[in-house]
C-alpha cells in the first residue's frame, strides 16, 4: 500500500508543478481538482490508519485481537482499491492538454459599426493599422476631439484585426 501511495504521490507532485504554470486563458479541469481532492482524502485516511495500533491485545495480552486485525484489513483493502483507481485516472492527466480547460470561443466575431465618411478617415485607419503591425512599435494612442470619429475607426480596425486573426489574442 505504501508503493502504491508513493507513486500516486508523485503523480500529485507532477500535476501541482503543472498547475503552477497555467496557460493563458485556461484553467484546470474540474475533475483534476476533484482528483487531487481525493488523493488529500485517501493520504489522510492512510495516515490515519498508520496512527492506530494494530496489534490490540485481548485477555490481558495472551492473544492478537482478531476482530480488530479483520476491521484494519479490511480498510487496507479498500484504501488500497482506491488508491488503484486514483492512479489509473491519474494516468490521463500525464499530458498537459488532459488538465486544462481551452479559453471559452469567442460570441462575436466584431462589433457592429457605422462606415466611415471620407478618404481622411480612410487614411486615418490605414495609418493606424500600419502602426499596429509594425512590430517595434509597441503601444499607440489615437486623440482627437469628441465625434470626430476615433471610435468607429478603432471599432474597424479591430473588427479586421479580428477577422485575418493578425493577433493570437485581441481585447477591447
Known amino acids: 500500500m ?5 507513486f500516486l504521490r508523485s503523480q500529485k ?22 482528483w487531487l481532492k481525493n488523493m488529500e482524502d485517501i493520504e489522510k ?10 496489534h490490540h491485545m485481548c ?11 479483520l476491521k484494519r484489513s479490511k480498510k487496507i483493502a479498500e484504501i488500497l482499491e482506491t488508491i488503484r483507481d486514483l492512479k489509473e485516472s491519474g494516468k490521463l492527466f ?22 466611415l465618411h471620407g478618404t481622411s478617415a480612410e487614411r ?11 512590430p517595434v512599435v509597441g503601444k499607440i494612442g489615437v486623440y482627437g476631439m469628441g465625434g470626430v470619429g476615433k471610435t468607429t475607426i478603432m471599432t474597424q480596425i479591430y473588427n ?10 485581441l481585447i477591447w
Not at 505504501?2 to 508513493?6: D, G, T
Not at 488538465?99 to 469567442?106: M, T, V, Y
Open 124 to 134: 486615418k485607419k490605414e495609418e493606424i493599422l500600419q502602426w499596429i503591425k509594425n
Open 59 to 69: 485477555f490481558k495480552g495472551f492473544c492478537p485481537n482478531y476482530y480488530t486485525r
Open 2 to 6: 505504501r508503493r502504491e501511495l508513493e
Open 160 to 169: 479586421e484585426l479580428n477577422k485575418d486573426k493578425f493577433f493570437d489574442i
Open 94 to 115: 500525464a499530458q498537459r492538454e488532459n488538465i486544462f480547460i481551452d479559453s471559452p470561443p469567442e460570441t462575436s466575431s466584431g462589433f457592429p459599426v457605422t462606415t
Open 45 to 54: 485516511e492512510v495516515h490515519s490508519l498508520g496512527s492506530v495500533d494494530a
Open 13 to 34: 507532485n507532477d500535476i501541482n508543478v503543472q498547475l503552477k504554470n497555467v496557460p493563458y486563458g485556461k484553467k484546470p479541469k474540474e475533475v483534476v481538482e476533484n
